[in-house]
């Protein structure tokens, strides 16, 4: 059997663990038949009431915007656990699409992360999640935390872009998103070349890789994916962890201060920005405060501590608020 090693789990390449969790009663209930997998869920929350996405028949399975970029092209909504499944099993007759995202295991199913257990994730302290729909598909977008994809019922198609992609991507709104995350709004099933021409390069460095129930996909930080779901009923536990402590903030709260800060100015003030960037942050070394006294680098000290961590907080926000 497939194992989640260390290399693995510090791989900087997404990497394909054929058959991880096939020992899973989640993915062996799934291997007997769709009716099989439902009643296993239901043991854990048929009555837990979750936020859901519906989208009608035209969308294609697509979530997205809709056509005028002033919202989405689906619903959401809250009903039972149980409904949704039921739902689920009539997908063949049912013309909507249905997407439950990221909903954790620990608060809204209780015992069903330990009926399917990681123990090589317990040290990470992983946030888990499951996912679950009919046919339908999500655009790229990338996580910040690494990511763990444990298929556990149907068939799904990744396609993932290293980080550097991002340009070829043709990223949408970072303020209006589906779910938190920016996507890229090139249609992965259907590209439109002429209106995205540079994403025929993104394309010469994708990884596609398709899952089965019991197979396992191991996503590096801030690698871009799109996600098709290929069966009726589909559904995925992952596992999100940091290689970073809890008490660092996202660096997506830098970017939009950058946006706030940055961008505008003239060109040579932010040249002269970049140049400090890559002497206090992307090409720092030991070296680079050498010179102060060890106790009087502040927060220059590395790595960041704790307190220099509350410390920079509490001035960032004292500076917002002025």
């Known amino acids: 059997m497939t194992e989640l090693t260390l290399d693995v789990l510090q791989s900087t390449e997404p990497v394909l663990l054929r058959g991880l969790v096939n020992h899973w009663p989640l993915a062996e209930a799934a291997k007997r038949s769709d009716t099989a997998f439902c009643d296993y869920l239901r043991r854990f929350g048929n009555d837990t009431r979750v936020g859901l996405w519906r989208g009608p028949h035209e969308i294609g399975g697509r979530f997205f915007y809709n056509d005028e970029f002033t919202g989405f092209n689906f619903a959401r909504e809250v009903r039972p656990f149980g409904a949704l499944l039921d739902d689920l099993l009539k997908s063949a007759e049912c ?60 068939r799904r198609r990744f396609t993932l872009f290293p980080p550097a992609q991002v340009a070829n991507l043709y990223v949408g709104p970072l303020d ?13 099933v259907n590209p439109d070349t002429a ?43 992952n596992f999100w962890w940091r290689q970073s402590p809890p008490y660092m903030d996202t660096p997506l709260n830098t970017l939009m201060m950058a946006l706030l800060t940055l961008r505008d100015l003239p060109p040579e003030q932010r040249d002269a920005w ?25 927060v220059l000290g590395a790595p960041v501590s704790e307190p220099i961590a509350r410390q920079l ?9 002025r």
């Open 95 to 154: 013309a909507d699409a249905l997407y439950l995202g990221s909903t954790e295991l620990d608060g809204s199913f209780p015992g069903l992360r330990s009926d399917n257990p990681m123990p090589p994730l317990d040290a990470h302290q992983p946030h888990v999640s499951l996912w679950l729909g009919n046919r339908m598909r999500v655009s790229p977008h990338f996580d910040l935390p690494d990511n763990l994809a444990c298929v556990v019922a149907g």
């Open 195 to 237: 209106r995205f021409p540079r994403y025929a390069e993104a394309l010469k460095h994708a990884r596609v890789f398709e899952l089965e129930a019991g197979d396992a996909l191991f996503i590096p930080s801030q690698w871009w994916h799109g996600v098709e779901s290929l069966s009726d009923v589909n559904a995925l536990v």
């Open 274 to 298: 970049r140049a400090l960037f890559d002497h206090y942050v992307f090409d720092a070394t030991d070296e680079t405060a050498a010179h102060i006294p060890a106790h009087a680098r502040g």
């Open 176 to 188: 209006l998103t589906p779910a938190g995350q920016p996507i890229s709004l090139v249609d992965t």
């Open 313 to 321: 907080r509490a001035v960032l926000l004292n500076r917002l608020n």
